[in-house]
Each structure stands twice: as structure tokens, then as C-alpha cells.
């Protein structure tokens, strides 16, 4: 099977970090993986049009240089697949190279061609990316939760693969989860995101909450991590918020501590489907935060309730509003030996939910439709930097 994700310099982290643990389980199934990096023009991405631009058709923008790398790029491509000879799957890591994956598909015979979606690409993906979708029948997008299926649901049917872990980072989140402490003295309320959308993620929200959380419960600390660098307007917000700590790219050790050390974990972005578009697909940070043993609070609308059991692990605010967070932050910071039961509940589960050889099945039933030709017989093949396994099986291509 081929593989189209971006050029390194092109990815989004979340997307290549997806892409690397799909590549990681269908390596440790048996499927024989190629993995090609089509070269991209901004025509042809993400990268937004003047508003001059943006009233012509697509192919009177696509002109001169940009017409002519993007030929090269699929010249360069039906030249490496054809000496690929038939496949059973073309996966487009990206809806942007969707162009490209048919043409790919179409030379190579393969009968699937799943395009994976990562995030809001699902409300940024352009007019003739959503034609296409709709028009070939080889393609089906894949998302990472029910919510982003219903979002494509207009343009295609399509599946939903959660996301997976890498290995090591699962399991130094479920050891922090292990370790037993003794509460500190002041409850701990834990964000964790890229710290440049700080305002996309909601932490004005959760400040406003916390603060009126300490109105009546007194001390509630507010800890923000993730990775930087932090814009000069969330030092501004951190240093004004009482009881608020900044930790800016904090190292795996240091963050699963983060996460196994708070009380409750809260991830509150907004859901805009329109310019500035953010929202959560599924919301990993909630699954880590759940496999170190923090009980979470998520997002009022989105993807995220897929990576949680909603009043069991997690809590869900009825909308956006720092009133209706502060809420459910002081139902569940008032009895802090229920959110440590929480937390523990919330570790099994997202155990289970991220068990590495379940989420080798999901991959191949949902991208090839099959079970693994090689059934993982430890867990520890599936590490992001396994090479594929050799047998007497034939291999997935």
C-alpha cells in the first residue's frame, strides 16, 4: 500500500504525529507500506487566496509557475508509482494531496483510497477538494471522530479512526498513572496546547472559571503547558491571573507529571466553523491527561466526547461560557476524593481506549478493510520507529 503525507516543512505536528502512528501499526500488521512526499503549491493548499484571487475559478489561479510545479509534482508522482505495479490501498495522509491520490490510484489499480482528516481541515478543505471527494467513488474520508464524520457527511460517507498513541509516550503516561501521591494542599486545574492558540483554546474562558471557583473555594491553581513559543499576550494573561503557572515546552517527563499531579484537566476551545476556523476533532491531550489518572473536563461542542466517558471520566459544560464552566469546576473541585476515584477510572479506560494491538485492528479494518496479516504478539513492536516486519505471510500492498 502508498502512503501520501506532506513534505516534513508542510505538516501540521498533529497531523505528523497521527500519520507516524498509522505508518507504526500498519508496519507492525504486515502491510508492506510505501511512503511518498508529493511536493505542494500553495494553489493547491491550505494557503488562503487573495480576496482577488479567491473570485476566479481555480484554474485561472493556477498560472505560470504554480501550473507548472504542479505538474511537475504529479508528473514526479506517476512516475514513482507506476514501477509500484497493483496495490490494494492508496491512503491520502492529507485532503490537500487528494488530486494526487487519485492519480496514484488510478495507476496503481488500488480499489481504496481513504483520506485522512486530522482537525478543522474538514471545514478549511477548498471548492474543488470537496468535488472531487464527492465525485470519485474510490474515495472516503476518514476522520478522528463521530463529529467530524457528521461534518463530512454532506461531501461523503466516510469512517472514524481514533487516534493512536506512540508507544513510549502511552507508557510513561500510564506509570505516572500508577504512582500513588498524596493530595496537595491546594487543587490543581491542568491546560495542555500549543501554546499560540491560547485565545482558539479557550483559556480566557478558564480563567474567568477558576477565579470564580477561588470566590468560593478559596485557592484553585491554574497550571498551562505546552509547546511555545508563548505570545507576549499569554505572559500578559498569566502573570495577571492569580495562582497561574506558565509552562512553556515542557519535556514528556516533565508533562506527564503535569498531567498525573493536577486534579482535573480542562480543554475548553471554542468551535468556530467559520474564518478563524478552530474546534477540536477529537482532542488527544484529554486521552493523555485520562491515561496519567487526571479526570477531564472537554470541550461544550466538538469531536472531543469521543475521548472521554462523559460523567464518568469527563464532564462536559452545557455551553462556551465561563459561567457554565465554572460550574461544573466547582461541582467537581468540592470533592476532591471523587475526582481522584474519577482519575483512576479514567486511567483503565483510556487504557483500554489506546491498547496499541486494537488499534493495529482499527487501522486495517478501516484503511484496507481487513484484519492484520501479522497479529502483534507484544506490545512493544508497535514503538513509531519499528521497521516492518518480515514473514512468510504475504505482506498488505
Keep these: 500500500m502508498l502512503l501520501l503525507s506532506p513534505s516534513p516543512d508542510r505538516q501540521d505536528p498533529d497531523a505528523a504525529r497521527d500519520l507516524a502512528v498509522i505508518a507504526a501499526r500498519l508496519r507492525a500488521g504486515g502491510a508492506e507500506l510505501l511512503r511518498i512526499e508529493p511536493s505542494e503549491t500553495p494553489a493547491l493548499t491550505g494557503a488562503q487566496p487573495t480576496t482577488a484571487a479567491a473570485d476566479q475559478p481555480v484554474a485561472a489561479r493556477l498560472t505560470g509557475a504554480r501550473?507548472?510545479?504542479?505538474?511537475?509534482?504529479?508528473?514526479?508522482?506517476?512516475?514513482?508509482?507506476?514501477?509500484?505495479?497493483?496495490?490494494?490501498?492508496?491512503?491520502?495522509?492529507?485532503?490537500?494531496?487528494?488530486?494526487?491520490?487519485?492519480?496514484?490510484?488510478?495507476?496503481?489499480?488500488?480499489?481504496r483510497v481513504p483520506v485522512l482528516f486530522h482537525g478543522t481541515d474538514m471545514w478549511t478543505m477548498r471548492p474543488h477538494l470537496r468535488w472531487l471527494l464527492r465525485r470519485d467513488p474510490l474515495l472516503y474520508p476518514v476522520t478522528t471522530s463521530s463529529f467530524g464524520a457528521g461534518a463530512l457527511c454532506a461531501v461523503s460517507v466516510g469512517a472514524v479512526l481514533a487516534p493512536g498513541l506512540e508507544q513510549r509516550w502511552r507508557d510513561t503516561l500510564l506509570a505516572e498513572a500508577g504512582r500513588r501521591r498524596p493530595l496537595p494542599p491546594v487543587p490543581t486545574v491542568l491546560s495542555v496546547f500549543r501554546l499560540d492558540e491560547w485565545e482558539a483554546k479557550g483559556l480566557p474562558a478558564l480563567v474567568e472559571a477558576v477565579a470564580e471557583a477561588r470566590r468560593?473555594?478559596?485557592?484553585?491553581?491554574?497550571?498551562?503547558?505546552?509547546?511555545?513559543?508563548?505570545?507576549?499576550?499569554?505572559?500578559?494573561?498569566?502573570?495577571?491571573?492569580?495562582?497561574?503557572?506558565?509552562?512553556?515546552?515542557?519535556?514528556?517527563?516533565?508533562?506527564?507529571?503535569?498531567y498525573a499531579t493536577a486534579d482535573l484537566f480542562a480543554l475548553c476551545t471554542r468551535t468556530r466553523t467559520s474564518p478563524p476556523v478552530s474546534g477540536e476533532a477529537y482532542g488527544l491531550a484529554l486521552?493523555?491527561?485520562?491515561?496519567?489518572?487526571?479526570?477531564?473536563?472537554?470541550?461544550?461542542?466538538?469531536?472531543?466526547?469521543?475521548?472521554?466517558?462523559?460523567?464518568?471520566?469527563?464532564?462536559?459544560?452545557?455551553?462556551?461560557?465561563?459561567?457554565?464552566?465554572?460550574?461544573?469546576?466547582?461541582?467537581?473541585?468540592?470533592?476532591?476524593?471523587?475526582?481522584?476515584?474519577?482519575?483512576?477510572?479514567?486511567?483503565?479506560?483510556?487504557?483500554?481506549?489506546?491498547?496499541?494491538?486494537?488499534?493495529?485492528?482499527?487501522?486495517?479494518?478501516?484503511?484496507?478493510?481487513?484484519?492484520?496479516?501479522?497479529?502483534?504478539?507484544?506490545?512493544?513492536?508497535?514503538?513509531?520507529?519499528?521497521?516492518?516486519?518480515?514473514?512468510?505471510?504475504?505482506?498488505?500492498?
Design 216 to 258: 468560593v473555594l478559596g485557592a484553585v491553581r491554574l497550571v498551562v503547558a505546552g509547546p511555545g513559543p508563548a505570545p507576549g499576550a499569554l505572559h500578559e494573561l498569566v502573570a495577571a491571573s492569580e495562582h497561574t503557572e506558565l509552562h512553556e515546552n515542557p519535556g514528556d517527563e516533565a508533562l506527564a507529571r503535569l
Design 287 to 397: 486521552l493523555e491527561a485520562q491515561l496519567a489518572g487526571c479526570a477531564v473536563i472537554g470541550p461544550a461542542r466538538g469531536g472531543a466526547r469521543d475521548a472521554y466517558r462523559n460523567g464518568d471520566t469527563g464532564w462536559t459544560p452545557s455551553d462556551e461560557s465561563p459561567q457554565a464552566l465554572a460550574r461544573v469546576l466547582l461541582d467537581l473541585l468540592a470533592d476532591r476524593a471523587r475526582l481522584a476515584r474519577a482519575g483512576r477510572q479514567a486511567a483503565e479506560w483510556a487504557g483500554a481506549c489506546t491498547d496499541p494491538r486494537a488499534h493495529t485492528r482499527a487501522v486495517f479494518n478501516t484503511l484496507l478493510g481487513c484484519e492484520p496479516v501479522v497479529p502483534a504478539p507484544a506490545e512493544n513492536v508497535l514503538a513509531a520507529s519499528q521497521p516492518p516486519r518480515t514473514t512468510g505471510t504475504p505482506a498488505v500492498r
Design 67 to 111: 501550473l507548472t510545479d504542479f505538474g511537475r509534482s504529479l508528473w514526479h508522482t506517476a512516475l514513482g508509482t507506476r514501477a509500484l505495479g497493483v496495490l490494494d490501498c492508496v491512503v491520502v495522509g492529507r485532503a490537500d494531496l487528494i488530486p494526487v491520490g487519485m492519480l496514484a490510484a488510478h495507476l496503481t489499480g488500488a480499489r
